[in-house]
Nanobody, 125 residues
């Protein structure tokens, strides 16, 4: 059974940075796409960033150039960790951020194979 546990959220002032981490347990096929989603109150879930097994990435237009997604996979595929470095944060980045194993690595993809419980990011002006 796959479990995804996010950490690293918090409160920060506009212009600041945060780094989110996601520890994955259970077997995740190396070819599966992973990514970060977010959802703000009253808004639809949004695909933030995706990373494929070959390291290729896609970003939502709203975060491109400010956020960086990365992924560490152990040689035996037993340890799988996903990161999201968020710089130049803005108040409209405030949301619950979710780590996910996705069906697609397309920009804006939101369809989940598996998802975590989320970590809150709050950016004040």
């Amino acid at each position: 059974q796959v479990q995804l546990v996010e950490s690293g959220g918090g409160s920060v002032q506009a212009g600041g940075s945060l780094r989110l981490s996601c520890a994955a347990s259970g077997y995740i096929y190396r070819d599966y796409c992973m990514g970060w989603l977010r959802q703000a109150p009253g808004k639809e879930r949004e695909g933030v960033a995706t990373i494929a097994s070959d390291g290729s990435t896609n970003y939502a237009d709203s975060v491109a150039g400010r956020f960086t997604i990365s992924r560490d996979i152990s040689q035996d595929n037993a340890k799988n960790t996903l990161y999201l470095q968020m710089d130049s944060l803005r108040p409209d980045d405030t949301a619950m951020y979710y780590c996910a194993v996705l069906f697609s690595c397309s920009r804006g993809a939101t369809a989940l194979r598996y998802g975590g419980q989320g970590t809150q990011v709050t950016v004040s002006s």
